[in-house]
């Protein structure tokens, strides 16, 4: 191909003459801002791209625009204050962070494999439902970047039903805290697990929808096949969890691999991507969403106590100690009311120790590492954030990309700046 | 392979230095006497021990004790699917300790985020810098002596941790710059606002050098 000195000096002669005293076009690179709030970084990633033409050759991740400190929050108050701020971690998944947390602290205590059985079932129902929801926002947001702009609107109709049955449970349909330290903030209320059955029933044919209008679909294969491919050694190396793991190939979930609540009771697969490109990452989140559906429903047959808790299935740890005790004894008996003034004055008293508990989040591996030197204040708190880890592999990702790849590169991590910057 | 067996393996190679914790939780770790030997000790743990995923690497304000910062690596096995933590102190005069990114990539963001956050450097990164505060930030907020409240800080001129590719373009706010009249690009003028951001930057650099900042990458030369 001729380059610009051949078309603008035809002459040899010439052309070398003037070489001398031209810029070297060839060499020019242009620095491209892209974020921080720019509609494909979903939330505020700023990346620094330096192009050559529209070629990639150096990508630069800024992040912490969204930095609030969480961990030096959770220093400075109780095990229960901290529960709030964990919704607005993975804030597509509040459900899934409040049981991550509460069964980081229970490990703490060493009463998370002790919790009531209903308890168990219901916070795998809620941790299951946030997956659903997040990868479904996951999915249309990264199509719509792709410009499938209807299976944004398809995912927002099933999500709003997510939101509904969180609101149904915990009074809030985004910052829902429903969790506590040794159980949850209160039982699920009679009917949700029919209103929680109809939507297992009504997203399946809503994920069917959206596969045949994506998986199948020839410019969405095109453009995201083979695109941005992840090998399994660069998966591990880099740390990838969750999703963008299985998608490499890697079989490694939490839920399988070091089960926790009742997990090892209800049987589902793990999905895994051959290849480790956009299209496996797309196609290993629509098969977690039908597993999740499938775990769901188990969940609704089994769960102790059934939906009206007819039987009065315990739902939280019985220790005045660690979980607040319930009002009408408080208001009546003398050590109720004691227990509730120390828990709520200076929390409940954990053992010095420290621990680190992975929960299988949708987005990847959601870790708290907890220092206690005793005490109801943590010493130090410091959240493992999967969608951190899983951005620190872009600026390798997109060498050599070119530059409108990098909106299918973004969507296919999933990633939410809420739980990067913490 | 289970993780106390790990443990004891990494005490077998390398004798003294190790030293088992015990276990809570069921949970294994290990302490390394030498923080100039971590690289080493984590070679031989990917390598021999087949740790080839690094979980996580967390840091810890001793404040008070002697030695003050504890370093925290979390090593899993992913084939095993043992896991192993491995702790070791450093000095507050020291404060720097081998990094590992040449056994496992995602070290990275992990010694940047502790350096950012506590102030401990890590010997061999190749760009340690700040990551989730911004350039030339002069404190290090999860320290112990750190309030909650936060510390009042000049705010750089230009907040971000390198000068935006079109900055001091006629299109650009400066943060904490001029008024909305000034910033009006069809009155601008050239000349005395390439000097206002020159300012800014000597000023920037003034804050960091005052606090011991390590000297950054610097602006992105311009291809003329």
Known sequence: MPTVQDIEFKDAAARSAQAENLPDLQEE???????????????????VLELDGEIITKADPDIGYLHRGDEKIAENMTYTQFIPYTDRLDYL??????????????????????????????????AELARISSHLLGLGAFAMDMGAVTVFLLIFTEREKIYNLAEAASGARFTTSYTRVGGLMRDIPPGWLDQCQKFCDEVIPALNDIETLLTRNRIWVDRIRNLAVITKQDAIDCGLSGPNLRGSGVEWDLRKKQPYLCYKDLEFEIPIGSVGDCYDRYMVRMEEMRQSVRILEQCIKKIPGGAENKTKEPVNYDNGKIFLPPKEKVMTKMEELIHQFMLVTEGMNCPPGEIYFGHENPKGELGFYINSKGGGVPYRLKIR?????NLSIISKLFQGCMISDTVAILGSLDFVMGECDR | MTSPEAAQKLKAKFGDLISELPEFRGESSVALAD??????????????????????????????DDPRWTVIYHLRGLNHGCELRIKTNVSEEKS?????????????????????????????????????????????????????????????????????????????????????????????????????????????????????????????????
């Open chain 1, 29 to 47: 690179r242009m620095v491209l801002n892209m974020g921080p709030s720019h509609p494909a970084t979903h939330g505020v990633l700023r990346i």
């Open chain 1, 93 to 126: 998944a509040p459900l899934a962070n409040n049981v991550a947390y509460a069964l980081a602290v229970e490990k703490l205590l060493g009463i998370h494999d002790k919790l009531p059985p209903r308890c168990q079932y219901i916070r795998v129902m809620c």
């Open chain 1, 385 to 389: 954030a999967p969608s951190f880890v």
């Open chain 2, 35 to 64: 923080a100039e030997k971590i690289a080493e000790v984590c070679v031989y743990a990917k390598r021999d021990l087949d740790f080839n995923y690094l979980v996580d690497i967390t840091s810890l304000d001793n404040y008070g």
């Open chain 2, 96 to 224: 720097v300790l081998p990094s590992v990114i040449s056994v496992w990539a995602t070290a990275n963001w992990h010694e940047r985020e502790i350096y950012d956050m506590m102030g401990i450097h890590f010997a061999g990164h190749p760009d340690l810098r700040r990551i989730l505060m911004w350039d030339g930030y002069p404190y290090f907020p999860l320290r112990k002596d750190f309030p909650l409240a936060g510390k009042e800080s000049e705010l750089p001129g230009i907040a971000f941790s390198r000068p935006s590719p079109m900055a001091g373009g006629p299109f650009v706010t400066v943060a904490g710059g001029n008024s909305a009249q000034a910033r009006e690009p069809r009155i601008r003028i050239p000349e005395t606002d390439s000097l206002e951001t020159m300012g800014r930057l000597e000023r920037r650099k003034e804050i960091q050098e005052a606090h011991g900042h390590p000297k950054g990458p610097g602006p992105i030369e311009k291809n003329s």
